[in-house]
């Protein structure tokens, strides 16, 4: 875990993201919380995790997302080299999907 961010303001928002309990509260606040562009930015980011994790390649995943291929190299890093963050969403999700 990166030690510059983990802050008691931060926790504090953990926290209230952490008490959120559907996808409507999780809009009315992320709508509060953010702008406009930083919630795409964070939804891109996530879309471009989910298809580097399905091994699309950066042009495919640049002409469906929009994202530059520095964000797509960023988010590449973080899969490859970071905390495992996405991996444990993305195996949470598999198991909450219905077949």
Same mark, same amino acid.
């Given at each position: ?16 993201? !952490? #008490? =959120?309990?559907? +996808?409507? &509260?999780?809009? %009315?606040?992320?709508? $509060?919380?953010? @702008?406009?562009? /930083?919630? !795409? #930015? =964070?939804?891109? +980011?996530? &879309?471009?995790? %989910?298809?580097?994790? $399905?091994?699309? @390649?950066?042009? /495919? ?39």
């Amino acid at each position: 875990m990166n030690k510059k961010i983990k802050t008691e303001a931060v926790d504090f928002m953990f926290e209230a993201i !952490l #008490s =959120l309990e559907n +996808r409507e &509260e999780c809009y %009315a606040f992320f709508e $509060d919380l953010c @702008t406009v562009n /930083e919630l !795409l #930015s =964070l939804s891109q +980011r996530f &879309e471009v995790a %989910a298809m580097l994790r $399905d091994h699309k @390649t950066y042009l /495919e995943i640049a002409e469906k997302t929009g994202a530059s291929t520095a964000t797509i190299s960023r988010v590449n890093r973080s899969l490859n080299y970071g905390n495992d963050g996405y991996e444990l969403v993305f195996q949470r999700m598999k198991k909450d999907t219905p077949n």
